[in-house]
């Protein structure tokens, strides 16, 4: 199994970016995928889920309304679209397999989001 | 929203030691529980699933253990390789939510 975040950037308050994360040696539409992130120093927040078929989607109170999940099943891609960013938005943003119980499986290795004018 | 509180937050000890991690939820979750290691610059890993389930490749001295809304992770004898932070997650409802980490360092 493999994870490959990619697009963290250096955005000024208010803009936007695209994070995506390439999957691979698993059955990718099998599987439910999320987001999770990590701002400097601190803990681990869950962000984003997407279900294995991209049917339905949920948010973290703190990113509803800003952030669109959304998976592309035949390209085996996953993608975080991050609109109105805030300071706090600032983090190291990872995607990460759904597995059994909820449990995040597998995770990428993260692609760094700064966001400061 | 399910919130979940380690403790505790910061544990000094040493390697042979056994350390229990506990984990609380702020109402019933059933056995949607995982338990996640994170070493400083990488991404976390998964350890254990479904309250009790090693994932494939965690060595035999981590066991989990729990239901509802009190959980524990147990390292039976620590190792140097385990001094790291480690977290538990929800799974339970939306949103998921993880505790806020205990960091194991060493004495």
């Known amino acids: 199994v493999q994870l490959l975040d990619s697009g963290g950037d250096l955005v000024q308050p208010g803009g936007s970016l695209r994070l995506s994360c390439a999957a691979s040696?698993?059955?990718?539409?099998?599987?439910?995928m999320s987001w999770a992130r990590q701002a400097p120093g601190k803990g681990l927040e869950w962000v984003s889920s997407?279900?294995?078929?991209?049917?339905?989607?949920y948010y973290a109170d703190s990113v509803k309304g800003r952030f669109t999940i959304s998976r592309d099943n035949f390209k085996n891609m996953l993608h975080l679209e991050m609109n109105s960013l805030r300071v706090e938005d600032t983090a190291v943003y990872y995607c990460?397999?759904?597995?059994?119980?909820?449990?995040?499986?597998?995770w990428g290795q993260g692609t760094l989001v700064t966001v400061s004018s | 929203d399910i919130q979940l509180t380690q403790s505790p937050s910061f544990l000094s000890t040493s390697v042979g030691d056994r350390v229990t991690i506990t984990c609380r939820a702020s109402q019933d979750i059933s056995n949607y529980l995982a338990w996640f290691q994170q070493k400083p610059g990488k991404a976390p890993e998964l350890l254990i699933f479904a309250t009790s389930t090693l994932q494939a490749g965690v060595p035999s001295r981590f066991s989990g253990s729990g239901s509802g809304t009190e959980f524990a992770l147990t390292i039976s004898s620590l190792q140097p390789e385990d001094f790291a932070t480690y977290y538990c997650?929800?799974?339970?409802?939306?949103?998921?939510?993880f505790g806020q980490g205990t960091k194991l360092d060493i004495k």
């Open positions: 040696g698993f059955v990718f539409t099998d599987y439910a």
């Open positions: 997407i279900r294995a078929n991209g049917g339905e989607t």
């Open positions: 990460a397999s759904v597995g059994a119980y909820g449990a995040l499986f597998y």
């Open positions: 997650q929800q799974a339970k409802s939306y949103p998921y939510t």
